[in-house]
């Protein structure tokens, strides 16, 4: 089983400077290949002559630089580009694969273990390929063999490492128990023994400064176009800029967190956990609900869901969309016909129970997902 181990990084100023030319040397490679594929797939459909594309290492003789930094990060650059083609051909309303931007304040590498060349130097240090060993903050014990490193730049400047490492892990005691889940609008989530857990606080809290913080740097940038001014020399603009990624990235991290925790306790609690695959395209297309469901964001919840339970040898069900969890009513089966998303709360025509609509519809996903486990019809 594979599992991530993420990692401050505390370069020095040359190591810095060695991770940021290593970004683009990643970024050139990935650039040169991809427009050389979209030029031999021109040519190909010209001529229909086959033209055989340069690997990263034949990029060398015309980009010496390239030479400087890890042969390996060049590497995995050429098979990130297959992952985005694949990618794009299984899913083409996902887009093209785009190039990769200089701009972008989000950079990263990766590269592999080849017999040592990553590894934890005293408990203070990451050896990586070509470098010295960078001070890391190793706030959690590695488990496992490494494979390989991603070396990434936040937004705010900050640099972390994300090291892949194969490991055991030991499956979970069973329970016994199963669980529906309805991700909700109102709430973070419904469950199926009543319960219902809430977006956080202090993320909601963040948001809404997020939010107020955004509006205020579209203001200055259009403060720095009327006066004629490039936003590069707006110093207000530039401070605010600054400090919207540095909320962004603390509500990244308040919302991880929170999705950490509430899988964890999912899997150590029930053996079965029944949740129902939404149509997010479909869902934040839809303007009034767009808001919320950012903020929930879900799919990257269910994401962590899922690969905690297989690491720890539990099962998540996914119940199909058409599945009409919110239309049937959890005492008597009756089909009570759709509902508003306004409608929170109704009374079955038929048994007359009176349901919180989330919670009804958890209860339906958990049986939904119970009779697809146990494949009874
Ligand atoms: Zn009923």
């Not at 991530?4 to 290593?22: C, E, I, N, V």
Request: hydrophobic share 35%; net charge positive; proline share 3%.
């Amino acid at each position: 089983m594979l599992k991530a181990f993420k990692y401050r990084l505390y370069p020095s100023d040359s190591q810095a400077d060695f991770f940021m030319r290593s970004f683009g040397c990643v970024r050139k490679v990935y650039n040169l290949m991809l427009n050389d594929r979209i030029e031999s797939y021109k040519k190909h459909r010209e001529t229909g002559e086959k033209i055989k594309l340069p690997t990263p290492a034949q990029y060398k003789n015309e980009f010496p630089f390239l030479k400087e930094v890890d042969s390996l990060a060049l590497c995995n650059a050429q098979l990130q580009l297959k992952a985005a083609y694949n990618h794009f051909f299984s899913h083409p309303s996902s887009g093209f694969p785009r190039w990769k931007s200089r701009k972008n304040p989000v950079q990263s590498y990766t590269t592999n273990n080849q017999n040592g060349t990553i590894a934890i130097v005293e408990g203070r240090y990451l050896k990586l390929p070509k470098m010295e060993p960078v001070r890391i903050k190793l706030h959690r014990q590695l488990q496992g063999l490494i494979k390989s490193a991603t070396i990434s730049r936040t937004a705010t400047g900050k640099y972390f490492v994300s090291i892949l490492c194969e490991t055991e892990v030991e499956a979970k005691k069973l329970t016994g128990s199963a669980i529906g889940m309805d991700l909700g609008v109102t709430s973070f989530a419904a469950f199926s023994d009543g319960t219902k857990v809430q977006n956080p606080k202090h993320l909601t809290k963040s948001s809404a400064r997020l939010s107020k913080a955004q509006r205020k740097l579209s203001r200055r940038a259009l403060q720095a176009k009327k006066e004629g001014r490039f936003l590069a020399d707006s110093r207000n603009y530039q401070k605010q800029r600054i400090l919207v990624a540095k909320l962004h990235e603390k509500i990244v991290n308040q919302r991880n967190d929170f999705h950490n925790k509430l899988s964890t306790y999912l899997v150590n609690n029930h053996d079965v956990i029944c949740v129902e695959t939404l149509n997010v395209k479909g869902l934040v297309r839809n303007h009034r609900l767009a808001g919320a469901l950012h903020d929930v964001s879900w799919s990257a919840f269910l994401s962590k869901l899922t690969y905690k339970a297989e690491w720890y040898g539990k099962q998540v069900i996914q119940v199909g969309r058409w599945f009409p969890s919110s239309q049937i009513c959890s005492s008597c089966g009756h089909w009570d016909g759709k509902k508003g998303l306004h409608i929170r709360e109704w009374s079955c025509l038929s048994c007359g129970a009176t349901h919180d609509r989330d919670v009804n519809a958890s209860v339906n996903i958990r049986a939904e997902g119970l009779r697809q486990f146990h494949g009874t019809a």
